[in-house]
Nanobody, 126 residues
Framework: RVQVVESGGASVQAGGSLRLSCTVS??????????MGWFRQFPGKEREGVAA???????TYADSVKDRFTISLDNAKNTQYLQMISLKPEETAVYYC??????????????????WGQGTQVTVSS
């Protein structure tokens, strides 16, 4: 079965940087179109898309992070990375990695993702 495991969450000061990692395992068909995305969830809010990448290297970013976050993929390891710089206190949230097998994208809607990691906390202090 497909499993998603993310890591890298931490506490940083405003303006700081973090790199999150996410590994997807258990994909049965190596020819599958797979997208891996990062989402974040604030208390009482729905999960929102941050960035996504597919196995062809296509990327999608939320407008709010486009100039500060970079998503990349190591296909050999089925691992993707989210490099975040210039972090803001309002970006404190639980960050989730998801895996999607939809034919389009890479998507940034949570409903397009069927597999999720357990989440990793990112705290940005002012």
């Amino acid at each position: 079965r497909v499993q998603v495991v993310e890591s890298g969450g931490a506490s940083v000061q405003a303006g700081g940087s973090l790199r999150l990692s996410c590994t997807v395992s258990g994909i049965q068909d190596s020819r599958s179109r797979v997208s891996m995305g990062w989402f974040r969830q604030f208390p009482g809010k729905e999960r929102e898309g941050v960035a996504a990448i597919d196995t062809s290297g296509r990327t999608t970013y939320a407008d709010s992070v486009k100039d500060r976050f970079t998503i990349s993929l190591d296909n050999a390891k089925n691992t993707q990375y989210l490099q975040m710089i210039s972090l803001k206190p309002e970006e404190t949230a639980v960050y989730y990695c998801g895996a999607s097998f939809v034919w389009y994208g890479p998507p940034l809607k949570a409903r397009d993702y069927g597999y999720w990691g357990q989440g990793t906390q990112v705290t940005v202090s002012s």
